[in-house]
Structure formats: structure tokens, C-alpha cells
């Protein structure tokens, strides 16, 4: 995903919420040697959020380019929202180095979940964990993880290590934890 983004020299609150006023979003991007803000247009990155897959936006690699010619690989290492308005209010993108593991969040997703065996018995599905802390190169990002759920009988649960892996991840977390449960109503 290919992402404008204009570098700004001022800081200050006034200036930041003007740039919110005209629909933009404030930015860093961090990168080992340098952080820098920059100035992201809220009209561009709304239009990608919704047209992507929610609970994805920190496996996304953004291709951040400026006017001048710099160009880089980025992922979303944080968002903050207006706390009563919901409405986003700063992005941090952290630049992706080759060769270079990362830590980062990658969301799970539940399949067949209306054909599971446990809930047409009358039980419910509780998914524990949404999201897992990953360890991987830049190359081998997943963009989610999903657990097929169809065959599960109440009181059955599935854990981390009924995920199957591509090649080049691990996880953070141990391999016992349980992701998904179908709990008796």
C-alpha cells in the first residue's frame, strides 16, 4: 500500500490541530538513526481502512513516499483515537529493515464458525486472544492467522499451537494459550 506523506517542520498543539481541522493526520516515523513527524492525508488513509480488513492495519506494509523522492517500508507500530470522538488523532509507523526481525501484532480470525458443531449444541463461542505478539523479518509478515473452529464440541478449546506457521515466524507467547473456547450457556 502505497502511502503520501509530506514531512513537517513545526510541532507545536495549534499547529497539530490545524493540520486535524483540514482532515490530516500527525505522524512520526520511526527508524533506528532518525524519528521524524510527518504529515499523513486523512482522506487517503481513510479511504484504505475502509477497504481493508479490520484488525489487519499492523501487518500492512505502507510504501511511505514524499514529494522529494524518499521512499520507505513501513508498519503501523501505534494509533491513538480521541478518547469520546473516536477519531484518529496520530499514527506511528516504525521503518521495516531487511534482515532485521521485528516484533509485532498479528490478529486471528475464527472459520465455520456458524457451522461449529459446539455452538449448534447450544454452547458459544469465546475467543480469548484477538491478536499475537509475532517475531519475524519483514519478508515473512503474515497478514492474520485462522483457526478453523467447525469440529469443536463444547468444552473444547484450541490454543496457539493449532496455528500453523509459515516459515520465518514464531511466537512471542507460549504455544499453551488458549485462543478459543466453546463455553456451555
Do not use: W
Amino acid at each position: 500500500m502505497y502511502l503520501n506523506i509530506e514531512k513537517r517542520a513545526q510541532n507545536g498543539k495549534a499547529y497539530l490541530n490545524s493540520l486535524r481541522r483540514v482532515g490530516d493526520i500527525p505522524a512520526v516515523v520511526y527508524s533506528k538513526e532518525e524519528n521524524f513527524p510527518v504529515r499523513v492525508s486523512g482522506v487517503e488513509f481513510g479511504q484504505f481502512l475502509r477497504e481493508h480488513r479490520k484488525g489487519t492495519l499492523s501487518t500492512v506494509i505502507f510504501h511511505l513516499k514524499d514529494g522529494a523522492g524518499f521512499e520507505v517500508k513501513a508498519v503501523v507500530k501505534g494509533v491513538h483515537y480521541h478518547p469520546t470522538t473516536y477519531q484518529l488523532m496520530h499514527l506511528d509507523f516504525q521503518i521495516l529493515e531487511e534482515g532485521k526481525s521485528l516484533v509485532l501484532n498479528v490478529p486471528i480470525f475464527c472459520d465455520n464458525v456458524v457451522d461449529c458443531v459446539g455452538i449448534k449444541q447450544g454452547g458459544f463461542l469465546r475467543q480469548v486472544v484477538r491478536m499475537v505478539k509475532v517475531v519475524c523479518k519483514p519478508e515473512h509478515i503474515p497478514t492474520s492467522f485462522s483457526l478453523d473452529v467447525k469440529e469443536m464440541r463444547i468444552r473444547q478449546s484450541k490454543s496457539l499451537s493449532d496455528i500453523k506457521l509459515p516459515e520465518g515466524v514464531d511466537f512471542a507467547k507460549k504455544v499453551d494459550t488458549v485462543v478459543v473456547t466453546i463455553a456451555k450457556r
